[in-house]
């Protein structure tokens, strides 16, 4: 296999992704066609579709023989990492798109033989894009972003979703009950992408989720990579690119102390179970 000029896969995705974000903004002056998934806030629109097909043209027209695993199905069923494989999410939150009409990105996370090589997540509303390739820095816009470092629970803002208050089967409900009595504050934004990239940026000091879609943290995961935040899923183990699974990511030191916390609440009989 030739080797690939990553910087220019970089100049491409971005002007594919400034084009399918025109498309997006434009898109919202007029009605959606909306309809539910698996529940009522588990929507898609036309939208999420046409975007989806657009990008995933450009790429098999540029890059034919990689794999392409993508959410509304126009993608390809990967099952191996061997190879190039774009992790593609064309609109991160779209129950914010829907309901907000902000807060949403399009996630395009770029893997060479497992290993994250570029990263691209564009919060369309606000003309930010996150990115990098890998070795070369990470940036938000033009800023170069700082290598992360350590803060301790108290001072941190972590992000997190409702979903911790409820009784739920993938977590028990209390597990982190401590951190949220001790941290600075919680948040939570609802779009993966968005929450990983502020992580890596230093705007967030954790973000954990019980169940992502490779194609909702892929790009996240490379970005955080380039400035030495830590990963994993809940019980610590690394993550696999194919595969649905929960995510803890956070500055260096708080990852730790939060990846130590979950395992002692386990170890006082509080369940964690994995998405299948
Ligand atoms: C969702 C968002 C949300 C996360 C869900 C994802 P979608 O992606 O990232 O924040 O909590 O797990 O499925 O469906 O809006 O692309
Ligand atoms: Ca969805
Ligand atoms: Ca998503
Ligand atoms: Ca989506």
New binding site residues.
Partial sequence: MATRDWEALKVKVMQWIKEAADQLRASLSGPLEVSEKSAHNDLVTNMDRAVEQFLIDKIRSAYPDDKIIS?EGFGDAADTNDGVLWLL?P?????NFVLQKRFFAISIGVYENGFGKAAFIYDVMSDELFHCLSGKGAFQNDKQLLRLTEVSIDDALLDL?ATWLKPNRRIDENIMTDLVRRCSGTRAY????LELAYVAAGYLDAYF?M???PW?YGAGLILLNEVGGSYSTAEGAQIDILSKTSVLAARPGLYEYMAAHIRDQVKQGKFIREPS
Avoid: F, P
């Fill in positions: 959410e999410d609109i991160d939150g779209t129950l979703s609802g779009a993966a992408s989720t169940r992502l879609s909702d």
